[in-house]
Structure formats: C-alpha cells, structure tokens
C-alpha cells in the first residue's frame, strides 16, 4: 500500500502562484508515475499533469500548459506542482495519485490516490 497527502492548497487572487505537494509514504519502492488530476465543482475529474518515475516523461493538460510546473523527488517521495498565474478556472480540489502509468493522462492506470487538497483562486 501507498499512502499519499497533499498539501499547499489554499485561497488566493487570480495571477497569484502556489505550490502544492504530495508526500508519499508505505511501499514507495516501486518505479510508479505520480499525477496531478483536479475536479472543479460539478464537473468530471480531469487530468493535470503527470510525470514518470525518472522524471524523462512529462504531460501537461492544455489548458495549464505555461502555467504549471511538475516535478519530483525520489528520494524524499514527494511530487510538486508549482502553479502561476492561477485562474478562476483552476478552482478545484486537486489530487494526487501514482501508479504504473504508461500513458501519464489516464486517471485508470493510477492506483492510489491522495485525499485531495482545495484550491480556490478568486476573480
């Protein structure tokens, strides 16, 4: 089992940056993709990004392309996602999830995933 917990999330203006980040922790050992997905209030979860175990695949949903940044770090199993010039658009509880995902933008092939963290960005 993986456990993960995401934090960083928050209430802020558009064109404001933050940062958020997920720990993982328990069997972390396995060579797993992590992910950021997102659900805005009454709407589907959608893919955010996505990066591979050795951080050489990289995936962006359009609508955060320039705007958001992911990275990781095996050694302390946290994944970051640096966002700026937020949006009132991005307003949803974002999610981070790991799994062993060849295709990075595919919410099915991630096994496990974080409680979630909210993320409101007011106009």
């Known amino acids: 089992q993986v456990q993960l917990v995401e934090s960083g999330g928050g209430l802020v203006q558009a064109g404001d940056s933050l940062r958020l980040s997920c720990a993982a922790s328990g069997r972390t050992g396995r060579t797993y993709a992590m992910g950021w997905f997102r659900r805005a209030p009454g709407k589907e979860r959608e893919f955010v990004a996505a990066?591979?175990?050795?951080?050489?695949?990289?995936s962006y949903a359009d609508s955060v392309k320039g705007r958001f940044t992911i990275s990781r770090d095996n050694a302390k199993n946290t994944v970051l996602l640096q966002m700026s010039s937020l949006k009132p658009e991005d307003t949803a509880v974002y999610y981070c999830a790991t799994g062993p995902a060849w295709n990075l933008g595919s919410s099915s092939e991630y096994i496990y995933w974080g409680p979630g963290t909210q993320v409101t960005v007011s106009s």
């Open positions: 990066i591979s175990w050795s951080g050489n695949s990289i």
